[in-house]
């Protein structure tokens, strides 16, 4: 790159593989250089507060930043993998400026990224762009299971943000499965088997 035309890199990360219900979140941050944001670190270390104000500081001071998802349907359609890199390869897509080159959390670069992409493992914790990224999939998704809880209070969303965690397994067992939940995973599978079964 030319000084006139500086490399641009963008950090990608994700939010929500595990969780049994709604969307799977990415996000590209391209950092500017002349505007340092203190206290970036992987969002799972952080306090909600403390990364709900960083996301703030990134979406006013970096070059760049897009954030994207890939929907319930296309995780159970696709596979929650592939249906992470399509909302990385979005996240990537959507930047403006165009990043040159992007470096993404974990040991696999999607596919159809329109720069060079690197994968680097623990990124998050190593790459402050990335930290960035993985701050702003976090509190996009967050979000997303907070407005879900309002719709459905009785599942405790705002609590486990869809994990399946105890209270979220129970809730599923007593109000069955909505279309909010991921119908390829595990006990939403075989909840949804479950009900068939019984109507033969």
Known sequence: MSGLD???IAGVDEAGRGPLAGAVFAAAVILDPAKPIA???DSK???EARRDELALLIKRDALAWC???ASVEEIDKLNILHATMLAMTRAVQGLQPQATRALIDGNRVPKGLPVP???IVKGDAK???ISAASILAKTARDAELVALDALHPQYGFARHKGYPTAEHLAALEQHGALPAHRKS???VKAWLA???GQLF
Do not use: D
């Open 185 to 187: 995973f595990g006990p």
């Open 127 to 129: 790459v402050a762009a």
């Open 6 to 8: 500086p490399e641009r």
């Open 45 to 47: 270390v952080l306090s």
């Open 117 to 119: 992409g690197e994968a």
């Open 194 to 196: 479950r009900q068939q």
């Open 39 to 41: 206290g970036l670190a």
């Open 67 to 69: 954030i994207a998802s």
